[in-house]
């Protein structure tokens, strides 16, 4: 046998083991996967699924309208001091009522206005910790105006920031929504844009709690060092968890930022970065974020073959984003050019609806009629406005369940000719 012949044999042997390797590894994969497909039949892992002692516990501690909560603690979380993390203890000393990792709270709150009056405002915030009997804790971000504009800056966000103290008392609504982690041990994975983080931040600790040993990644994109929060408790989970998997994802590092050692990834999250992580496996995806984000995110998750049921999604404001799912069937779309008619009835207007004229909410503002909004998303119920005739339709279900012969203005739109009482 010459020299070249042996080189040929040995590259060749290689190259068999080489797909032996790879042949085995994905026999491997492939035997797990379908092993957790199996599992997780037989379990039946509902979504959101819980055992219902909780919800009766849930439904018994639950209460009906405002109730006082006092501010027992106040923290800054991130390097930039743009989150603030408020602690809340019931007024009332009487027992919390429990929630599902991801839920929000409502708040009603008087703010002052020029002229030395107040005005009621409604806003939303998650709950951003594990369920914990003694307090809730929510983390918000203070919001500026955009860049050149002459607005002012967001009220509530910076009303908290600026005039929320410890001992200051606060009324709120009890946890609702419907975005929150499934308790079963299917593995999860968990994607927090920016402000997105505070949802996940109640995921991640209540499965750690509750379930030690549950595979969760954790994808957290913000710009750099500076508008990072809670990272050295993220880096302590992971150090302490091998089962959690924690990725920074940075998009716009400072050039102190060191790869590797301050962040895991530059760039954005894609659908690239989670196919390259994650193994193959039957995942849950929670993920809550800019819309730029998720319009991006759950088309694509959805175009890789992820099933609808286990991608869920939540925005903190009006994101529209189209799920295959729901897309309308072509030919039972309505015409783009047909008109319905909306009638403002105590305005006294009458007006032409299209569908780029957007939600009943949009379109009654441009139109410059006054409408009560908060959350802007489906979720506090300030938009609720009465049908008095007609229909409406909504592209998903809102958080909060409005009342028979109302509609939540902010996420519906007219599905024939519809007369508002406004
Ligand atoms: C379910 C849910 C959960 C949420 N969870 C969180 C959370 O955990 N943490 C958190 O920080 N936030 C959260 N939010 C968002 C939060 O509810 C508020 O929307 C946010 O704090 C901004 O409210 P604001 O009153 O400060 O701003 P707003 O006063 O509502 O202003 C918002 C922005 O609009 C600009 N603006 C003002 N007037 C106009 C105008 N005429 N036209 C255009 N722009 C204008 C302002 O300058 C500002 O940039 C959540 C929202 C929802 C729906
Ligand atoms: S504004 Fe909150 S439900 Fe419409």
Not at 64 to 92: H, M, N, T, W
Not at 352 to 377: H, K, N, Y
Request: proline content about 8%; charged content about 15%; aromatic content about 10%.
């Amino acid at each position: 046998m010459n020299s070249l012949s042996l080189l040929l044999w040995i590259i060749g042997a290689i190259l068999v083991q080489l797909a032996v390797f790879l042949g085995y590894r994905f026999w491997q994969h492939w035997l797990e996967y379908l092993a957790l497909r199996r599992s997780a039949r037989a379990r039946s892992i509902p979504v959101n699924a819980r055992p219902s002692s909780d919800e009766a516990e849930v439904m018994a501690l639950a209460w009906q309208g405002l109730r006082s909560f006092q501010v027992v603690q106040k923290q800054l979380e991130d390097a930039g001091q743009s989150i603030c993390s408020f602690y809340l203890a019931p007024q009332d000393g009487l027992p919390l009522a429990p929630f599902q990792a991801g839920q929000f709270l409502t708040f009603q709150m008087e703010l002052p206005v020029p002229g030395g009056a107040t005005a009621a405002i409604v806003r939303c915030y998650s709950l951003s910790d594990a369920p914990d009997p003694g307090h809730y804790r929510i983390s918000v971000k203070r919001v500026f105006a955009p860049a050149g504009s002459q607005f002012a800056t967001g009220r509530s966000s910076n009303f908290f920031h600026d005039h929320v103290e410890v001992g200051s008392v606060l009324k709120l609504r009890a946890p609702s929504g419907h975005f929150y982690v499934d308790r079963s041990d299917a593995p999860v994975v968990l994607i927090g844009g920016g402000i997105g983080i505070t949802p996940m931040m109640s995921m991640l600790n209540a499965c750690l709690r509750e379930r030690p040993e549950r595979e969760i990644w954790l994808f957290y994109g913000v710009r750099n060092s500076r508008e990072v929060a809670w990272k050295s408790q993220l880096e302590t989970l992971a150090a302490n968890h091998p089962n959690f998997h924690l990725q920074l994802c940075w998009s716009n590092p400072l050039p102190a930022d060191v790869s590797g050692r301050d962040f895991h990834q530059r760039g954005h999250i894609d659908l690239e970065l989670l196919r390259r992580l994650l193994p193959l496996k039957p995942y849950h995806f929670y993920i809550c974020g800019p819309t730029p984000m998720l319009q991006g995110l759950v088309p694509a998750l959805e175009e890789w073959g992820v099933p609808d049921q286990r991608i869920h999604f939540e925005a903190f404001g009006p994101a529209s984003v189209q799920r295959k799912s729901a897309a309308p069937d072509p030919a039972g779309a309505p015409d783009e050019t047909a008109a319905l008619v909306v009638t403002f009835s105590r305005s006294g207007k009458q007006l032409p609806w299209q569908s780029s004229s957007g939600t009943l909410l949009e379109f009654a503002e441009a139109q410059g009629i006054q409408v009560d909004s908060g959350c802007r998303a489906g979720g506090c119920g300030t938009c609720q406005t009465t049908i008095l005739a007609g229909e409406v339709a909504y592209r998903q279900t809102p958080d909060f369940d409005p009342e028979p012969g109302t509609c939540l203005m902010c996420v519906c739109t007219p599905k024939t000719n519809v007369s508002l009482e406004l």
